[in-house]
């Protein structure tokens, strides 16, 4: 199977499998260390079934076979595959980076392009297994929005080496999109917001959907210092994001939150891409060079989406009695 033209990443593409690249990916997958987590043997093992799928990847009927090199160029630095079930709605991913290449991001990249390939196609989840003992890997899916789903095993192929693993899941989310914010909507996201769960995590300004559209009336004022967006997933309205105590020349220059008031999406990288879109639009809008954000230190949730989208923790103190946790976004490089 063949996914045609190459997908192109910050610093490398992934392109199909070709005949030429054996050498190479046999060469990580069947070295003592660099395979070492695969299910592939080391070359002792190798027997003719094996060799001959090894010769016969870019026919395989069964799965995707990719080749990641360096932008570019034609310099090898890695492997993707790909497998999708019956259905074409969920795929497995495996990954493996060349070791004079550990520990710059490629593994990362490799797999971020390939979640993108599968988005694309309609696919709606990934997995992937990594050994227990194998942290970095583990690490990587769990960067990338991965969770483990439950316990399993595997071994390498007539070695009789057994590793205890895990099964992780990406459930893709559907793409965010920013609306404008219109008084209706901002009564609207009152309502949805003014639940028990929801402000167990984040405490809300206004008592009243009144008080949330006059809010919203006055973020439309000449010098307002606050600005929101709705988040659209399908069409649809499922939460807002906003800013406020807008100041390009204080520290931070604003502060930001978000919330998905639709359980259903909580988990699926919804408020993770809406507040990355948010923060490429307010950046530049209000010549923002710092932007802060506060969260209680229990709400885990919260933290991933910042982290994920270049926070990093600055603070962490007691707020009404509750641990909390502040952060800032430094933004130089972004207006540069």
Same mark, same amino acid.
């Given at each position: 199977?063949?996914?045609?033209?190459?997908?192109?990443?910050?610093?490398?593409?992934?392109?199909?499998?070709? @005949?030429?690249?054996?050498?190479?990916?046999?060469?990580?997958?069947?070295?003592? $260390?660099?395979?070492? &987590?695969?299910?592939?043997?080391?070359?002792? &093992? =190798?027997?003719?079934?094996?060799?001959?799928?090894?010769?016969?990847?870019?026919?395989?009927?069964?799965?995707?076979?990719?080749?990641?090199?360096?932008?570019?160029?034609? $310099?090898?630095?890695?492997?993707?595959?790909?497998?999708?079930?019956? #259905?074409?709605?969920?795929?497995?991913?495996?990954?493996?980076?060349?070791?004079?290449?550990?520990?710059?991001?490629?593994?990362?990249?490799?797999?971020?392009?390939?979640?993108?390939?599968?988005?694309?196609?309609?696919?709606?989840?990934?997995?992937?297994?990594?050994?227990?003992?194998?942290?970095?890997?583990?690490?990587?899916?769990?960067?990338?929005?991965?969770?483990?789903?439950?316990?399993?095993?595997?071994?390498?192929?007539?070695?009789?080496?057994?590793? @205890? /693993?895990?099964?992780?899941?990406?459930?893709?989310?559907?793409?965010?999109?920013?609306?404008? %914010?219109?008084?209706?909507?901002?009564?609207?996201?009152?309502?949805?917001?003014?639940?028990? +769960?929801?402000?167990? !995590?984040?405490?809300?300004?206004?008592?009243?959907?009144?008080? +949330?559209?006059?809010?919203? &009336?006055? #973020?439309?004022?000449?010098?307002?210092?606050?600005?929101?967006?709705?988040?659209?997933?399908?069409?649809?309205? =499922?939460?807002?994001?906003?800013?406020?105590?807008?100041?390009? $020349?204080?520290?931070?220059?604003?502060?930001? #939150?978000?919330?998905?008031?639709? @359980? @259903?999406?909580?988990?699926?990288? =919804?408020? /993770?891409?809406?507040?990355?879109?948010?923060?490429?639009?307010?950046?530049?809008?209000?010549?923002?060079?710092?932007?802060? +954000?506060?969260?209680?230190?229990?709400?885990?949730?919260?933290?991933?989406?910042?982290?994920?989208?270049?926070? %990093?923790?600055?603070?962490?103190?007691?707020?009404?009695?509750?641990?909390?946790?502040?952060?800032?976004?430094? !933004?130089? #490089?972004?207006?540069?």
């Amino acid at each position: 199977m063949k996914i045609g033209a190459a997908l192109t990443g910050p610093r490398l593409y992934l392109r199909d499998h070709r @005949p030429g690249d054996l050498d190479f990916s046999a060469g990580m997958w069947l070295d003592e $260390e660099n395979g070492r &987590y695969l299910s592939d043997p080391t070359w002792d &093992y =190798v027997d003719a079934p094996f060799q001959k799928a090894l010769d016969t990847l870019q026919d395989s009927g069964t799965g995707y076979y990719l080749t990641a090199c360096l932008s570019g160029t034609e $310099e090898r630095v890695g492997t993707c595959c790909l497998f999708p079930d019956k #259905s074409g709605e969920g795929y497995d991913i495996g990954y493996c980076v060349h070791k004079s290449r550990w520990g710059q991001g490629f593994g990362r990249e490799i797999v971020e392009l390939a979640i993108g390939w599968v988005r694309a196609q309609g696919g709606k989840w990934l997995t992937a297994e990594a050994a227990d003992e194998n942290c970095p890997s583990r690490a990587l899916l769990e960067q990338c929005g991965f969770v483990p789903e439950r316990a399993a095993a595997f071994e390498k192929y007539h070695m009789g080496v057994r590793y @205890p /693993s895990h099964i992780y899941r990406l459930v893709l989310s559907p793409p965010a999109a920013l609306g404008e %914010r219109t008084a209706e909507s901002a009564a609207r996201s009152f309502e949805r917001m003014n639940t028990p +769960a929801i402000r167990a !995590t984040l405490p809300l300004k206004a008592r009243t959907a009144e008080e +949330a559209a006059a809010d919203f &009336y006055a #973020s439309q004022l000449p010098g307002a210092t606050s600005f929101g967006r709705t988040i659209l997933a399908d069409g649809r309205h =499922v939460g807002d994001v906003w800013c406020y105590c807008i100041d390009p $020349e204080a520290a931070p220059s604003a502060m930001v #939150s978000c919330c998905v008031f639709e @359980p @259903p999406l909580w988990g699926r990288g =919804v408020a /993770s891409q809406a507040l990355g879109l948010f923060l490429a639009e307010i950046v530049p809008r209000f010549g923002l060079k710092t932007v802060g +954000a506060f969260t209680y230190s229990e709400n885990l949730a919260s933290i991933r989406v910042l982290k994920k989208n270049g926070f %990093r923790l600055v603070e962490e103190f007691e707020e009404d009695g509750r641990a909390s946790q502040y952060f800032e976004y430094h !933004t130089e #490089s972004v207006i540069a």
